[in-house]
């Protein structure tokens, strides 16, 4: 199960750096989106939002 | 700025850039030209001669043009729980101590001229890792699902205050994360009580943050305003928000108010670096900063590394005169900047009554308008001090807290 950012996203792109598997990316929107098939759910990212944008697909 | 300079200079610079683009800029910021004197590294002075804008690093020598808006800051204050306020300003309101500009037109202007001077850009791209090899640096990149290995003389790490790339890059080793915050930053309009061209803090546990909240000018025009928040792990910032603007005393000037934009970031606060650099790799501004350097302080960062890497492909020690220089220019590397920083302290420390007891004794002084995190507190305290005989007998208990502090 991948992390997913949700529309609450404000594009700081906070999260990206902290993917040890460089899995999130900008989207064009400027808005930051999950590689579902890279993410290793290891949460990183969601420590990272400061918007409480990003949970597990699980939740 | 470093990769400009190297290029000006004659030299291939690379710019691994996490963004797609520099037409969006959404991490929060407050973005603001600090007048102060030797303020991060130098004298900056920002100049309008016939609407063309230039900030002027006066020891530097440096001068970068600006085509943005700038909004003046006359007034800081401080508030209190029941608004007893310190107020900190220049020239009786009328010399401003900062100037808030705009970032993303800014970097993009900076960009532009990069690619002008032949600088390459590798945007939408991480940096996964790397290695340091002694005659080259390694790094690990990657661009949509692609990871690539690309080498280069020497690696400049200009990543921010999370300093991850840093770790990658083993210069993080014996620097303690102090803190993880989180800032969201709203544009709003409708905001009562607040004046234009003034930047305003919040202290106390009524305002329902361990941070003071902040309200400051936009770039937008009279009205409207940047709410900043900062939360933590047990406490975000939306909860934050939320609390501030509805339930704290600041609740009745946000009865008509309404959210524009939201930005955000987060911010992990290390330790300084003494020694910036480990062998070609040498991490500069707020990568290596305790939180920061400011934009200006960025600017010379990045010019002072552009000319320590041009000494360093010339057989000199660039980086130990870089080293040399960064030490002495910015404030938290200084010995006692940890300690001035805890001594003053006034979150944590006080109640709310007792805020209210020592904004009280500086309500009416102006003192002076700066910007320093390190300067600020030290007024205040400066201040609060005339009055020590009167705190000794009046309120016992705050002046006890004041000898433990060391300030008395």
Known sequence: MAHVISNECVGCGSCAPFCPVGAISQAQTGYYEVDSETCVDCGSCEKACPVEAISSDKK | MAALKLAEAGHHATVIEQKNNMDILNRACSAQFIMDDNYEADV????????????????????????????????KYYHSPKNHTIRFTRNNGKEPFSYKFDKQHFLKSLYDTCVQKGVEFMMGTLVMGGKDLGDKVEVIVKHGKEKTTLTCKKLLIAEGCNAVVSGKFGLNKDRPCTMQAYCL??????????????????????????????????????????????????????????????????????????????????????????????????????????????????????AKAAQAVIDELNGKPGFEEYTKWWQKSFEFNGEDYLAVARGYMLAFVYTDDELDYLFALCEGQVLHGTYSQYITPKLIWDCIRLNTEKIKTERPEIFAKMQKMGLV
């Not at chain 2, 020598?61 to 003046?72: A, I, S």
């Open chain 2, 44 to 75: 900056l002075r920002v100049k309008d001669e016939g609407g063309v804008k230039k900030l002027i690093f006066t020891k530097y020598g440096l001068e970068v043009p600006y085509t943005g808006k700038l909004v003046p800051l006359y007034n």
């Open chain 2, 185 to 302: 930053k709203y544009l709003m309009e409708g905001i009562t009580g607040v004046e234009n061209n003034s930047w305003n803090l919040f202290y106390g546990s009524v305002y329902h943050s361990k941070t003071a909240p902040i309200i400051g000018p936009s770039l937008e025009g009279d009205g409207i305003f940047e709410v900043t928040i900062t939360g933590t792990p047990d406490l975000m910032p939306k909860q934050i928000f939320k609390d501030f603007t509805t339930l704290s005393p600041m609740a009745p000037h946000f009865k008509n108010a309404k959210i524009l934009k939201k930005q955000g970031c987060s911010v992990k606060s290390f330790m300084p670096m003494k020694i910036p650099y480990k062998g070609n790799v040498l991490a500069i501004g707020d990568s290596a900063a305790m939180v920061e350097v400011e934009t200006q302080g960025g600017f010379l960062c990045g």
